[in-house]
């Protein structure tokens, strides 16, 4: 048809896939599970126009390469590594496709420690996901994103709102000691041009990681103070971009998760409860929503 332009692309979602790696020698097993979303750019218009399925990766068998791949890795990979192989393959694989975006999300599976030892075989599961979005395209060319999701984080004081626009709808009294609770998701871009060394990825999670929760919550002694929930986002990214050098940009998202001071009045009696920074009514509905993007200048998000 004239006057319209068609733009498309298919795949598959949630493609769960758990993967054991054992070591036949120290009798060690290496787990992972994850939920990986596949979009395949591809030369398939005629499937919407002219019926003719020809040029189709039947979503299918996108989901049986999920496996395939799974079990061809013989080592131990991060969910980056693992999305560019699938990346890679969909994209010389097949003459049609053109591109491949690969989404995955690794359930947080911990090794567990009985007596202090780490088990050889036993995990119980922990709390924040390690996340990706790897886009790679027929050259070979890659953009990989990586992100943490679920990271809850709460200190019970050295938070503060103060100094906000009050009007005739404002309630909330200014306050230099209140609670902070927040749930982090935050993605990252890297800079690098070719692939990185096994190991890469997953290092970085980890530094990123830990300069995000270093910075939410300061020193061990004492903290730092926060005067509201987007003053620490913005220390927490750009402590990240001044640490970690093969991040170009990194967004946040910082719900502020309320827990309500509670007083109960009484009529007949001088009071049942008195706030005294001690007792609170934690809330999930409604949180404030608070969100920032820091790039290094010339790199976009
Ligand atoms: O840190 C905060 N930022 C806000 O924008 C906000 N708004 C609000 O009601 N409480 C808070 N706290």
Request: glycine share 6%; aromatic share 8%; proline share 4%.
């Amino acid at each position: 048809m004239d006057g319209v332009k068609l733009e498309q692309k298919h795949g598959k979602a949630r493609v769960r896939v758990g993967r054991v790696w054992r070591d036949a020698k120290t009798g060690t097993h290496q787990f992972v599970e994850w939920n990986v979303s596949i979009s395949l750019l591809s030369d398939c218009l005629s499937a919407y126009t002219n019926s003719d399925n020809s040029d189709i990766v039947a979503t299918d068998t996108i989901k049986n390469t999920v496996y395939v791949k799974a079990k061809e890795c013989r080592q131990q990979l991060s969910v980056e590594d693992f999305a560019i192989v699938l990346g890679k393959h969909f994209t010389s694989f097949y003459q049609q496709v053109n591109g491949a975006i690969i989404n995955i999300v690794e359930k947080p599976w911990e090794r567990i420690h009985v007596d202090g030892q780490p088990h050889e075989h036993g995990f119980k599961l922990g709390s924040e996901k390690h996340t990706t979005e790897v886009v790679v395209k027929k050259s070979g060319a890659l953009q990989v994103i990586s992100g943490i999701e679920g990271l809850s984080l709460l200190k019970t004081t050295q938070s503060g709102f103060e100094g906000f626009i009050r009007d005739k709808n404002t309630m909330l009294p200014e306050t230099r000691e209140r609670m902070l609770a927040t749930e982090v998701a935050a993605k990252w871009r890297y800079a690098f041009e070719t692939l990185p060394a096994s190991n890469y990825f997953m290092e970085r999670y980890m530094d990123v990681k830990k300069v995000l929760i270093n910075t939410f919550f300061g020193p061990a002694k004492g903290g730092v103070y926060s005067p509201s929930v987007q003053s620490t986002l913005y220390h927490m990214a750009k402590d990240v971009l001044a640490r970690v050098p093969d991040v170009t940009s990194i967004q946040l998202k910082m719900p502020n998760i309320h827990f309500l001071p509670v007083n109960l009045p009484s009529k007949d009696y001088p009071v049942i409860v008195k706030f005294e920074d001690d007792v609170y009514l934690p809330t999930d509905e409604p949180h404030g929503t608070i969100e920032a993007t820091l790039s290094r200048i010339q790199s976009k998000m």
